[in-house]
């Protein structure tokens, strides 16, 4: 069964932007990134997405850290998953979050209340 983890923390440290999860979940052996994102209009967030032999997981980031998921852009840091004690890097992140901005931006189709989070966030100042 698929499954829908929330980033609970982001932060910027030692050169990478490290998201956060309950620390009660447990990345199941032989996950792997599927270096691909989504998004979820109605939730306002960001969805990467990580793959295993008989599921998806959907790790969802929220807006409140989209300023981090900016910094992290802007400054080429790598991102990573801290799930408990194990990490995981989300590979392909920067490009395919690039990919969905410039595709956010200016298109009511994603819905006009993600279109104007996008548009305040990541390409006002």
Request: glycine fraction near 4%.
């Amino acid at each position: 069964m698929n499954e829908k983890w929330i980033v609970e923390r982001a932060e910027r440290k030692d050169g990478r932007l490290w998201l956060k999860v309950d620390d009660a979940l447990v990345l199941p052996a032989g996950v792997m990134p599927k270096r691909h994102m989504l998004v979820d209009s109605d939730a306002l967030a960001f969805v990467y997405i990580l793959e295993t032999e008989d599921r998806f997981l959907y790790v969802m980031v929220p807006k409140p850290w989209w300023p981090e998921l900016k910094a992290a852009l802007d400054a080429k840091e790598p991102v990573w998953l801290r799930c408990g004690d194990r990490t995981l890097e989300l590979e392909q992140f920067h490009d395919e979050l690039s990919y969905l901005l410039e595709n956010i931006r200016g298109n009511a189709n994603y819905g006009e209340a993600l279109e104007r989070a996008v548009q305040e966030m990541f390409f006002t100042g």
